[in-house]
């Protein structure tokens, strides 16, 4: 008989949070205060309309992605003693499907990365006392700054974690180990890209906060992905960050050294590095930073499978995947309100790490418009001009998020 240990370990974490559920309940006088808080607890109801369009270079037809996410949340508060969480969403059509979601077959418009369907977005079981939290179920996992873990909360349909996740808080110093056993990726069922990654990961990190402002981090990432293209993607990660403010001025340095883990046929040994500075003049915020991803002599470069890089490297995203001679990001971000309106800038110059291509720059815009507390809307443009790399691409949205 053949067993498929990483279902088995999948399904237990998921299946960890509803026995645990049982068992409180079931208990006294421990069960009362938790059907009180459930009973104190209201469903949430949130959709979020978003028309999404990719004009690129080398494809005829311009993607127009027309989806909705309705999503149904109940989530318990985070008060000591025991909590739980579930969340579904459903993402579907509005209008036509001119847009290649990676699994409808519709090859012959640019990728929008928004299948429809219904997805277990959370499912989870949690609890915290006397600076302890340990949540065991489906939930979301974010890394500080997310270069290299993230919930990739931008698509309709998130990325979410089969895990174990335990979280510990001592004065001024911050614990997070993650066992996780099953990543939910973005992409649905059926499509190009596996739905799923099997996983046997550890995600480790460590906050110290000596004073006010200025938080020490570092951090161990053993990724092993078991399935589809899990393997090549596999990965191990050391490293550490610091974050520091200065009345107006912020400052953030991060270094990390990956290599291969697990079964990554390859051999390599990268680097990554981050160089930001931050300052808020009057009513505005500037931002200007260096990165590099590191490449080993153009034969391979930094994997960041689950991290989240639209927030990163411009929302064109044509550094998805890095090149394999690597990045040099150099870019300047500014941000203001003028009245109701919330007005963002980006500016990206993109060069390989190694070799000397020009890879290309890029323009991002946004302006988000809040109307009252439950209705805001956004309009976000990027403009990717190609030199060496990719192809010249314009991606453009308008969307509208109702809380109910």
């Known amino acids: 008989m053949n067993f498929n240990t990483h279902k088995i370990r999948s399904t237990f974490t998921l299946g960890a949070a509803v026995a645990a559920v049982f068992a409180v309940m079931t208990a006294q006088p421990a069960s009362a205060g938790l059907i009180e808080a459930a009973q104190d607890t209201k469903p949430a109801f949130n959709i979020r309309y978003r028309l999404e369009t990719v004009d690129q270079t080398g494809i005829e037809n311009t993607a127009s992605a027309s989806t909705a996410r309705a999503r149904l949340s109940w989530i318990m508060p985070s008060n000591d003693g025991f909590s739980v969480g579930l969340e579904g969403d459903y993402v579907f059509l509005v209008g036509e499907e001119r847009y290649n979601s990676t699994n409808n077959g519709r090859t012959e418009y640019p990728v929008v990365a928004d299948p429809t369907g219904f997805d277990l977005n959370r499912a989870f079981v949690r609890y915290r006392n006397d600076g302890l939290t340990v949540t065991a179920g489906r939930q979301w996992i974010g890394h500080g700054p997310q270069y290299f873990v993230a919930p990739k909360a931008w698509r309709q349909n998130e990325q979410t974690y089969d895990a174990v996740r335990v979280q510990s808080t001592h004065g001024n110093i911050n614990l997070d180990y993650t066992y996780v056993a099953n990543v939910n990726r973005i992409f649905g069922k059926n499509g190009v890209q596996p739905t799923d990654w099997e996983a046997n990961t550890h995600l480790l990190r460590g906050e110290f906060t000596p004073s006010e402002g200025h938080v020490f981090s570092t951090f161990a990432y053993l990724m092993d992905f078991e399935n589809d293209n899990g393997p090549a993607n596999s990965n191990r990660t050391f490293g550490v960050d610091y974050s520091a403010s200065f009345g107006p001025f912020g400052l ?61 490297r411009g929302w064109a995203d044509k550094f998805v995947s890095t090149p394999l001679t690597g990045l040099k990001n150099a870019y300047l971000k500014a941000g203001t309100n003028v009245g109701p309106f919330g007005l963002a800038l980006a500016l990206y110059d993109f060069r390989a790490a190694e070799g000397g291509a020009t890879y290309g720059q890029e323009v991002d815009l946004a ?38």
């Open 367 to 404: 302006v988000t418009y809040p109307m009252g507390k439950r209705l805001v809307a956004q309009f976000k443009i990027g403009r990717y001009f190609a030199d060496q790399h990719a192809t010249d691409t314009t991606k453009g949205w308008l969307v509208v998020t109702y809380r109910l």
């Open 252 to 312: 953030f340095v991060s270094a990390a050294r990956q290599s291969e883990w697990a079964d990554n046929p390859r051999s390599f040994d990268v680097g990554h590095f981050v160089l930001e500075g931050r300052l808020k003049q009057g009513p505005v915020a500037f931002t200007a930073g260096y990165e590099i991803i590191g490449s080993d002599d153009g034969m391979a470069t930094v994997l960041m499978p689950i991290a989240a890089q639209h927030k990163f």
